[in-house]
């Protein structure tokens, strides 16, 4: 199993963005799909999460009300539509899906290679 994730990149404070992480291979089931993100110098912080089934959603205080994730099951496919963006959330922004493996017994984490987010004017 693979994610990938895409759609970083440099954007003025106020803009948006939105990312998006691809999961791939053998996957039976997909539990909690989620975004964490770690900027230079500081420890990662959790972004947001969504159950893949029933798609309730959490956010930290930090992003609420900015940030929203979303999932397209039939993809297995998440995103992360960030708006009204500030410097403060300027970092590598990764994603991880709790998967269980077509030849699992167990749900396993996988992280993607992460995707960089600059807010800059």
């Known amino acids: 199993v693979q994610l990938q994730a895409s759609g970083g990149g440099l954007v003025q404070p106020g803009g948006s963005l939105r990312l998006s992480c691809a999961a791939s291979g053998s996957i039976f089931s997909i539990n909690v799909m989620a975004w964490y993100r770690q900027a230079p110098g500081k420890g990662p912080e959790w972004v947001s999460a969504?159950?893949?089934?029933?798609?309730?959603?959490n956010y930290p205080d930090s992003v609420k009300g900015r940030f929203t994730i979303s999932r397209d099951n039939a993809e297995n496919t998440m995103y992360l539509q960030m708006n009204s963006l500030k410097s403060e959330d300027s970092a590598v922004y990764y994603c991880?899906?709790?998967?269980?493996?077509?030849?699992?017994?167990?749900?396993?984490?996988?992280w993607g290679q992460g995707t960089l987010v600059t807010v800059s004017s």
């Open positions: 991880t899906m709790d998967v269980l493996g077509a030849t699992q017994d167990l749900f396993k984490r996988y």
């Open positions: 969504i159950n893949s089934g029933d798609g309730s959603t």
